[in-house]
T-cell receptor, first 114, second 111 residues
Framework: NAGVTQTPKFQVLKTGQSMTLQCAQD?????MSWYRQDPGMGLRLIHY???????DQGEVPNGYNVSRSTTEDFPLRLLSAAPSQTSVYFC?????????????FGEGSRLTVL | GEDVEQSLFLSVREGDSSVINCTYT??????LYWYKQEPGAGLQLLTY?????DMKQDQRLTVLLNKKDKHLSLRIADTQTGDSAIYFC???????????FGAGTILRVKS
């Protein structure tokens, strides 16, 4: 039972490069989201999706794009990486929007931008 | 806006009780949560409490909610070395799963 799978686990980028963090879940969850985790700041919501074809911005969306073409996948794109985007990124999913908030997390993707 | 605050570090001896505290600002919070993060892993839901409850007990875990003071606590009885982790408090309002997290409390259990 894979749950939420994130790739890559580690990535180093140079300033200005672009890349995509992949997230896939096999639980048929409607709701998917991306958080970033920074020391002393907890997790902050970047973007979320309540179903295929529907996405919305969270607390810190600037510099990131998302799309949701299928129920299973929710990739996060960094358009032009900046050192301030050095962080650990977590994808999380839930059975449905408006549920009791049990989010299932991936293991995280650690990104360093030089 | 919504804000969740936690103390950053707690150290206890194995077998003692641990109490991790959290304060939140949004009085319209519907659910409050405790998540656990072990090293190198994602977060896992430990327990949650609905805002109309004062207390919830689940085996070694006791959650207390003081809605007047907007204070949430997690008590772990008979703390074990395997409980060493980061514990996050979180709240939700509009969507049940659009959560606002605190910065996390590092729990260190000494044997």
């Amino acid at each position: 039972n894979a749950g939420v799978t994130q790739t890559p686990k580690f990535q180093v980028l140079k300033t200005g490069q672009s890349m995509t963090l992949q997230c896939a879940q096999d639980m048929n969850h409607e709701y998917m989201s991306w958080y970033r985790q920074d020391p002393g700041m907890g997790l902050r919501l970047i973007h979320y999706s309540v179903g295929a074809g529907i996405t919305d911005q969270g607390e810190v969306p600037n510099g990131y794009n998302v799309s949701r073409s299928t129920t299973e996948d929710f990739p996060l794109r960094l358009l032009s990486a900046a050192p301030s985007q050095t962080s650990v990124y977590f994808c999380a999913s839930s059975y449905s929007a408006g549920a009791t908030g049990e989010l299932f997390f991936g293991e995280g993707s650690r990104l360093t931008v030089l | 806006g919504e804000d969740v605050e936690q103390s950053l570090f707690l150290s206890v001896r194995e077998g003692d009780s641990s109490v991790i505290n959290c304060t939140y600002t949004d009085s319209s919070s519907t659910y409050l949560y405790w998540y656990k993060q072990e090293p190198g892993a994602g977060l896992q839901l430990l327990t949650y409490i609905f805002s109309n409850m004062d207390m919830k007990q689940d085996q070694r875990l006791t959650v207390l909610l003081n809605k007047k003071d907007k204070h949430l606590s997690l008590r772990i009885a008979d703390t074990q070395t395997g409980d060493s982790a980061i514990y996050f408090c979180a709240e939700s309002t509009e969507y049940g799963n659009k959560l606002v997290f605190g910065a996390g409390t590092i729990l260190r259990v000494k044997s």
